[in-house]
């Protein structure tokens, strides 16, 4: 008798235990979404700019070539492939480039698909590259620029878009994640 019974309450806590791990994956779940949607939500309720940032274009009057896109996919001619651009393509009459922002040069260097690269770290967590730099870049890591600061010249060293001439390719980004520099830069009314 005390065995069957005692296989009764095992076979009770089998099926019980079933619901208890059905119901704790349905909560996993649930808080999976819920935090997913709370942290997805969170770029546009952060105050980015403030009324003290004041952000000038990196170029005089440019011309968007290629314009950010983190969805839509667009062609890059060079390497004859289909991709998301997380960054602006700019030309000007001059291909001068400038400091977005007040901050702190934080790294010069040559990569091959991206040229050389300038980034500048400015304050609340935003920073910019400038790519595609010809060789006389004008700042050095440790300088601190000014909004509208000249730091080179937009050449064609990033290999990654050579048939694209010469350009800069400029991007942003707010606590390491790429955000759209036309957030922040007002390049439709240059
Ligand atoms: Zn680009």
Same mark, same amino acid.
């Given at each position: 008798m005390k065995i069957k019974k005692s296989n009764k309450f095992v076979e009770f806590f089998k099926r019980f235990g079933v619901y208890v791990v059905a119901g704790a994956i349905v909560l996993a779940v649930a808080l999976t979404f819920s935090i997913t949607a709370i942290v997805n939500s969170l770029p546009d309720a952060?105050? #980015?700019?403030?009324?003290?940032l004041k952000f000038s274009l990196? !170029? $005089?009057?440019? $011309?968007? &070539?290629k314009d950010f896109s983190s969805t839509a996919l667009q062609e890059n001619t060079t390497l004859n492939q289909w991709e998301a651009h997380l960054a602006l393509d700019l030309q000007s009459e001059d291909n001068l480039v400038y400091s #977005? &922002?007040?901050?702190?040069? $934080?790294e010069v260097k040559y990569d091959y698909m991206t040229g050389n690269v300038v980034t500048i770290t400015h304050a609340n967590g935003l920073v910019s590259y400038y790519s595609? *730099?010809?060789?006389? #870049?004008l700042v050095k890591v440790g300088d601190t620029v000014k909004g509208g600061t000249q730091i080179g010249k937009a050449t064609a060293t990033a290999n990654s878009e050579l *048939? !694209?001439?010469?350009h800069l390719h400029f991007s942003m980004t707010l606590n390491n994640d790429k955000v759209d520099p036309n957030n922040y830069l007002d390049l439709q009314n240059k």
């Open positions: 952060v105050d #980015v700019g403030g009324p003290n990196p !170029m $005089t009057n440019p $011309t968007i &070539l #977005v &922002l007040d901050g702190t040069v $934080t595609s *730099l010809g060789e006389d #870049v *048939l !694209m001439g010469d």
